[in-house]
């Protein structure tokens, strides 16, 4: 493993020397945990700002931390470009031809270059085709485009589903998603609403209000209806008519309308729902980068967009436990317009709130600008992390300068040394200021894995999406199972009577219910079968559970040897509530077994519902026997491995800080012990150098005397030029020694630095959460866990054959 491969940090780069403008051996690596503090980037066109962006994504995935990246200028698409071979060939499809032309090559013999030049950049940052297939292995990319369907479209058609129970407990953050919603979709109509004087935004909002506060979704065909007919007789304290009359009410529901109607909207209402979970995760639970190119909307599309995901994410972030490690990143790459300093987007209240909010949930904001002067550096004070590379104009400084002294927190800042750090960046030198860290880092960004191709074009984005599977259609309502009509199977082939049988009065009967769209009810056929309903209790303390089910199943019987049998029957979904008891006058039932006429066999079937039902029912978990974890009832293999994924890294985070502190005062004293000696070489090398000086000046003035007949070469002269050259060899032995002392010193930093690496090694290989084997655990109930309610007959509609 290289050395800037460690457990829980991102590589971004080396160290840089402003003064020396080269840069400087060593890794800067990030902790990723950090990032639940949250980021900014800044730096004007050309900083290197999209390559450090990228660079720190990669990271992240690498390190198994999914990604959601907002994409409003086409760039970071480019992370789906990973070519761990380094070919020319797939580099091709990807060169600009017209940077082929100026370069005075074909396309082909481009590409080419650009792999050789892509293979020396990585070497020259200790990585290389390796790094980037652990890159591809570690998770996919996955290019959105919400309202196009040259990536994969996002389905809006869930954006007005009610938030989980969470949200809706919380009136405040309630009430920011219904603004937040409401103002975005009025936007996308062309209708500037404020929350408070517009009528428009007063109605929608209360709509909104109302269904999500009971639980209940809506669509944009809902809202439409909800609009002619609103769900409230009054607004505040006014009649609904006074203040919208009803003509109003309907021009409000005809432009919604159209807008729906419009064909460009479709594509709005196709693909894959939004849904910050999946985004995340697949359905295996591997981390994934999902880049949302939304570089082909307008503005106004923008920012509906953008503000119903927030208001996703912010719903998701409160479904999830606190934690203290990073579990994902939330990453928008250009934050012009959507938290201005002055006005107040939709987006500007849900951007904060997350940046309030989400570090306690170990979700990473990472916030890049090229214009920091249309930031709200108030809220950027929430920031823990600045990345900060070459600025356009003294306006940009004291805007970066305000912001970072607000996120100081009210700790020493230096306005000056920053001032004149950061007007000396150049191109891929940023300056990381981190309230974590003693003193800000100036370091030059490291060669991205991925190879920067530009601005992806929509044709782009179709090749990279082609081979991947689509959701073509909206989400529709799954279809429920054991319907009325689908249990209604004749037990015998024998004709059908039109008068009901009279069965004695211990014998419940029900009578299910033509469904709404069937023909006529007396061309249905009534076919008898045996409806049990019971309830199981499911408890496991040691598991966790303690669960109650209401079972309702339906069979027919036969004339065989086991003339009924529950384990061929039907589950029924549908409410019992819908039953009736008579059937109707005229209809068509067909024959009854003699069986089903017997009082006493319904009570032998509930036994029977209730041996089937012990062996039947129960849970299946997930047990980890890594982590000592068992899933909850409910929870997919893959969510719960996303859950064990949290959990080893907290582990691993804590076990790195353990480590950290284990051999700090080791490392240091070892670090110290190679200063000092390097300090007593340099100082034994110059006294050594002096004592040779000296005894050559010595020397050399004895011998120039007596060849000038200035003097004669005496016994004292002898004697001084020979204590001379004694002390040159003493001191140029004391440099031997200082240089051995040293080399023993080195020797053993190195030792300590490869030992804590053979354990963050170890730590590394503990990590593979995503193929560990799970052990499967089934909760049962116990026959005093299940009651048969009851057992009854039921009168089920068949629909007739078509002539």
């Known amino acids: 493993m290289a050395d800037f491969d460690r457990l829980g940090s991102f590589y971004l780069g080396r160290p840089y020397d402003l003064g020396a403008r080269t840069a400087q051996p060593g890794v800067v690596a990030y902790d990723a945990k950090d990032l639940t503090t949250h980021a900014v980037i800044i730096g004007m066109t050309g900083s290197g700002k999209t390559g450090l962006g990228i660079g720190l994504l990669e990271e992240a995935l690498l390190d198994g931390i999914p990604v959601i990246a907002v994409d409003p200028k086409g760039d970071l698409g480019n992370l789906a470009l990973r070519f761990p071979q380094l070919r020319g060939e797939d580099f091709h499809p990807w060169v600009d031809p017209q940077q082929a032309a100026a370069s005075g090559m074909d396309p082909a013999a481009f590409a080419a270059q650009q792999a050789a030049?892509?293979?020396?950049?990585?070497?020259?940052?200790?990585?290389?085709?390796?790094?980037?297939?652990?890159?591809?292995?570690?998770?996919?990319?996955?290019?959105?485009?919400?309202?196009?369907?040259?990536?994969?479209?996002?389905?809006?058609?869930?954006?007005?589903?009610?938030?989980?129970?969470?949200?809706?407990?919380?009136?405040?953050?309630?009430?920011?998603?219904?603004?937040?919603?409401?103002?975005?979709?009025?936007?996308l109509m062309g209708l500037e609403a404020d929350p408070v004087s517009s009528r428009e935004h007063i109605l929608v909002a209360t709509i909104l209000h109302e269904a999500w506060q009971g639980g209940r979704s809506l669509d944009?065909?809902?809202?439409?209806?909800?609009?002619?007919?609103?769900?409230?007789?009054?607004?505040?304290?006014?009649?609904?008519?006074?203040?919208?009359?009803?003509?109003?009410?309907?021009?409000?529901?005809?432009?919604?309308?159209?807008?729906?109607?419009?064909?460009?909207?479709?594509?709005?209402?196709?693909?894959?729902?939004?849904?910050?979970?999946?985004?995340?995760?697949?359905?295996?639970?591997r981390p994934r980068g999902s880049v949302l190119s939304i570089a082909h909307l307008g503005d106004a599309e923008r920012m509906f967009f953008v503000t119903l995901l927030l208001a996703n994410v912010i719903a998701w972030v409160r479904t999830q436990p606190g934690t203290g490690s990073l579990r994902a990143i939330l990453y928008i790459d250009e934050l012009f317009g959507y938290m201005p300093p002055v006005a107040n987007p939709p987006s500007k209240r849900l951007l904060l709130t997350l940046l309030k909010q989400a570090r306690a949930f170990g979700l990473g904001v990472v916030l890049s600008t090229q214009n920091p002067v249309d930031l709200d550096y108030r809220g950027l004070s929430n920031a823990g992390t600045?990345?900060?590379?070459?600025?356009?104009?003294?306006?940009?400084?004291?805007?970066?300068?305000?912001?970072?002294?607000?996120?100081?927190?009210?700790?020493?800042?230096?306005?000056?040394?920053?001032?004149?750090?950061?007007?000396?960046?150049?191109?891929?030198?940023?300056?990381?200021?981190?309230?974590?860290?003693?003193?800000?880092?100036?370091?030059?960004?490291?060669?991205?894995?991925?190879?920067?191709?530009?601005?992806?074009?929509?044709?782009?984005?179709?090749?990279?999406?082609?081979?991947?599977?689509?959701?073509?259609?909206?989400?529709?309502a799954p279809v429920p199972t054991g319907s009325p009509a689908?249990?209604?199977?004749?037990?015998?082939?024998?004709?059908?009577?039109?008068?009901p049988p009279v069965l004695p009065p211990e014998i419940p009967q029900y009578v299910a219910p033509v469904p709404p769209d069937g023909a006529a009810t007396t061309d249905w056929l009534w076919v008898p079968t045996v409806l049990g309903v019971a309830d199981v209790h499911l408890t496991s303390a040691k598991h966790g559970v303690a669960e109650h089910r209401r079972i309702l199943r339906s069979t027919t019987v036969g004339s065989g040897p086991i003339p009924l049998d529950w384990s061929t029957g039907t589950p029924i979904t549908w409410d019992p509530a819908i039953l009736g008891t008579t059937l109707p006058d005229g209809v068509r039932v067909a024959p009854l077994p003699p069986l089903m006429t017997r009082p006493k066999s319904y009570t032998a079937w509930g036994k029977l519902l209730q041996k089937w039902l012990v062996t039947a029912e129960g849970i299946t978990l997930y047990r980890s026997p890594t982590y000592k974890a068992t899933s909850a009832p409910g929870e997919t293999e893959g969510a719960f491995r996303i859950r064990l994924d949290l959990l080893a890294r907290e582990a691993r985070d804590a076990k790195v800080e353990a480590l950290r502190a284990k051999y700090a005062t080791r490392l240091a004293t070892a670090t110290e012990k190679v200063r000092r000696a390097e300090q007593t070489v340099a100082r034994e090398s110059e006294q050594a150098s002096a004592a040779r000086m000296e005894s050559a000046v010595t020397m050399g003035g004895a011998l120039l005397g007596a060849l000038l007949g200035r003097g004669r070469i005496t016994a004292s002269r002898v004697g001084s030029a020979a204590r001379g050259a004694s002390r040159a060899a003493q001191q140029a032995s004391d440099v031997g020694r200082a240089r051995e002392s040293l080399a023993a010193a080195q020797v053993q930093l190195q030792t300590l630095e490869t030992t804590i690496t053979a354990e963050i090694a170890a730590l590394q290989a503990g990590m593979g959460v995503q193929h560990e084997p799970l052990e499967e655990v089934r909760v049962r109930p116990k026959a005093a866990d299940v009651t048969v309610q009851q057992v009854a007959l039921c009168w089920c509609p068949k629909a007739p054959t078509a002539s």
């Open 486 to 499: 689908a249990a209604a199977t004749p037990s015998m082939a024998e004709p059908a009577g039109s008068v």
């Open 117 to 187: 030049r892509w293979r020396d950049g990585l070497a020259g940052w200790q990585q290389d085709g390796t790094r980037i297939q652990r890159l591809a292995d570690a998770a996919d990319v996955t290019i959105y485009t919400p309202g196009s369907s040259a990536g994969i479209p996002l389905s809006l058609l869930g954006a007005f589903d009610a938030p989980p129970p969470a949200l809706r407990d919380d009136p405040e953050a309630l009430q920011e998603r219904v603004e937040a919603t409401t103002t975005s979709l009025l936007a």
């Open 220 to 285: 944009l065909a809902g809202l439409i209806r909800a609009i002619q007919h609103p769900p409230m007789a009054t607004i505040g304290v006014m009649p609904l008519d006074t203040v919208y009359p009803p003509s109003d009410r309907m021009a409000l529901a005809l432009r919604l309308n159209n807008l729906l109607a419009a064909p460009g909207f479709q594509s709005w209402m196709q693909g894959d729902p939004l849904d910050t979970a999946a985004l995340l995760h697949d359905a295996q639970g």
């Open 386 to 476: 600045w990345f900060i590379g070459r600025l356009q104009t003294e306006r940009d400084l004291a805007r970066v300068m305000d912001g970072l002294a607000s996120a100081s927190g009210g700790q020493p800042f230096d306005r000056t040394a920053m001032e004149q750090r950061i007007t000396a960046l150049g191109k891929r030198i940023f300056l990381l200021h981190s309230v974590h860290e003693p003193a800000p880092v100036i370091f030059e960004t490291r060669w991205t894995m991925s190879y920067l191709a530009g601005p992806m074009t929509r044709e782009q984005i179709r090749t990279v999406t082609a081979a991947r599977p689509r959701s073509d259609g909206p989400r529709s």
